[in-house]
């Protein structure tokens, strides 16, 4: 069986700028890798299984069908657009790796991708950020969330930013 999900490429066609007519398969494995890369980390390997399982079962509902909604499906979105960016301009196949040109189209510069990379990377901390907050004040409706052991990823509670202490 294969894993689930928690978003599908046309989510991001939706509700990113990617073309509607791009071939999905090029998107899905930077969903699958923002899933068990970012989401992973900021959700704790119990509550990601508990979403997975219950999509797979069809059995996802009530504060848990909130929270995918709510909160995690625009942190995937954005954090799939993060890995896809760097990747989109390039093809492998049998020739090697190709950079697509088209002629009606001109070829933006890496400067022009690692702003679009940021302002992903932006969007997609603000709406993780969104996720920790409410998880702080409602973690108690989901036991998964802080029920990992050994060798689980345990949630990440935090935005990163490291601070100094002082004494």
Known sequence: MAEA?????IDLK????????LDSDKLLQFVKIAQDIHIQ????????????SDIENNTLTGVYLELLNTYIKPMLIHWAMVEY???SAYNVS????NKQTSENAETVSKNEVDFLIQKSRS???NYS?????????????FPEYTSNTENDIYPNHGNGQITNWYI
């Open 94 to 97: 049998n020739k090697g790796i």
């Open 85 to 87: 960016l760097p990747f």
């Open 41 to 52: 980390s900021y959700l704790g390997s119990d509550l990601l299984n508990k979403i997975k």
């Open 123 to 125: 969007l997609a901390e």
């Open 14 to 21: 939706r509700f990113t700028f990617v073309d509607g007519n």
């Open 129 to 141: 950020q969104r996720f920790v907050d409410y998880m702080v004040y409602n973690q108690s409706d």
């Open 5 to 9: 999900l928690l978003i599908q490429p």
